[in-house]
T-cell receptor, first 109, second 116 residues
């Protein structure tokens, strides 16, 4: 079966750095997405990785290792507004998006 | 651009009642999707459409029907609502690449449905 694993919840301090991991087992791979979802709102696109390596976009970076079936989202200089759920999703060989259950990130002052 | 919009935002149904959720997008996207999101679970695809007049089943299609009569609209119908269909429903849309693949999905604000 297809599976995406990410931690259920993480806590970090304002101003710090946090890394949210995602491991996947899917039938084929056409790319990996990270979305941010604030409570009661829609998911919004953060990043897309299809090749191995690190993609940096401001305070957020996303890393991919296809051989390990692994990705992480790195958030730097955490702000209170970063409190949200972070969803990992993988395009399988049929371009179906397989979603993880999301990681709830709690930022403390 | 309004992006992706959904109506209604919230609805309470009694078991056995029917309703239709409307999704509209103004980005001229070919692909449209209906997902449900339940606590502790990832988004699950109900039905999707790769173009006007075409629909296909996703991971959890039972109890739902869809129609895509116009490119900009994607309707999700519940013929006889059940308490197990209590969920948050999200619509999404995406464009296509020049090679026929899909682009990033953009989501509507969601519809919260409670079935009693």
């Amino acid at each position: 079966g297809q599976n995406i694993d990410q931690p259920t919840e993480m806590t970090a301090t304002e101003g710090a750095i946090v890394q949210i991991n995602c491991t996947y087992q899917t039938s084929g791979f056409n790319g990996l997405f990270w979305y941010q979802q604030h409570a009661g709102e829609a998911p919004t696109f953060l990043s897309y990785n299809v090749l191995d390596g690190l993609e940096e976009k401001g305070r957020f970076s996303s890393f991919l290792s296809r051989s390990k079936g692994y990705s992480y989202l790195l958030l730097k200089e955490l702000q209170m507004k970063d409190s949200a759920s972070y969803l990992c999703a993988v395009w399988d060989s049929n371009y179906q998006l397989i979603w993880g259950a999301g990681t709830k990130l709690i930022i403390k002052p | 651009n309004a992006g992706v919009t959904q109506t209604p935002k919230f609805r309470v149904l009694k078991t056995g009642q029917s309703m239709t959720l409307l999704c509209a997008q103004d980005m001229n996207h070919e692909y449209m999707y209906w997902y449900r999101q339940d606590p502790g679970m990832g988004l699950r695809l109900i039905h999707y459409s790769v173009g006007e007049g075409t629909t296909a089943k996703g991971e959890v299609p039972d109890g739902y029907n869809v129609s895509r009569l116009k490119k900009q609209n994607f309707l999700l119908g519940l013929e006889s609502a059940a308490p197990s269909q209590t969920s948050v429903y999200f619509c999404a849309s995406s464009s296509t690449t020049t090679s026929g693949g899909q682009e990033t999905q953009y989501f509507g604000p969601g519809t919260r449905l409670l079935v009693l």
